[in-house]
């Protein structure tokens, strides 16, 4: 999770305390460890949701949801879209954002800010690719055991209630982001 040397000038630089930038003494350039975006969206389809079991570590084998690391200046909504369509071939659209969920991701522990969405298909073929070796649709009362992430579990439980105030949800979703406009 921490610098070894300065990025700027490659002076040695001390391991600074949890949350804290290390400074380095020689040029001052402050080391932030800030949490890494990342976005995904829980497709749904006839009542059940996309997984993507994972082809790569960490967590090689588990299933996941589909999503992914945003790129620089990339809005989470076109991050999440982009990734369905890297990693699924499926164009979907965006009904609601779901919530924010931190976590740690693999063996630096380095954290994780995960943003999630609801989803549907708009086109596309489903098709495995990129880093995913299975694509399944599942039920949510019958999903499969372990997820690559903990903080999955907890999405799953809110989509859950989200579905409950589905309409409202959407329309909230749609006034309060425009999403119309990123979407196209
Ligand atoms: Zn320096």
């Known amino acids: 999770m921490s610098y070894k040397f300065c990025v700027s000038c490659g002076t040695a630089l001390e391991e600074s305390a949890p949350f804290s930038p290390q400074l380095c003494n020689n040029c001052g350039t402050r ?27 960490p967590f090689k084998g588990y299933w996941d949801i589909p999503g992914g690391f945003l790129e620089a200046g990339e809005h989470p909504e076109v991050g999440a879209i982009r990734e369905l369509a890297e990693e699924t071939g499926l164009r979907i659209r965006l009904n609601g954002l779901l919530g924010m969920y931190m976590d740690r991701y693999g063996s630096d522990g380095a954290w994780i800010i995960n ?22 649709w599942f ?46």
């Open 139 to 184: 039920a949510l009362q019958d999903l499969p055991g372990e997820f690559a992430f903990e903080h999955q579990n907890q999405v799953i439980e809110d989509f859950k209630q989200w579905l409950e105030n589905k309409e409202s949800n959407m329309k909230k979703y749609e006034v309060s982001l425009n999403n119309q406009d990123i979407v196209q």
């Open 31 to 57: 080391h932030y460890h800030n949490s890494k975006p990342c976005s995904g969206a829980l497709v749904v389809q006839d009542g059940r949701v996309l997984l993507a079991r994972r082809g790569v570590e």
């Open 115 to 136: 943003i999630y969405y609801v989803a549907e298909v708009l086109g596309g073929t489903l098709a495995v690719m990129d880093d995913v070796a299975a694509l399944e």
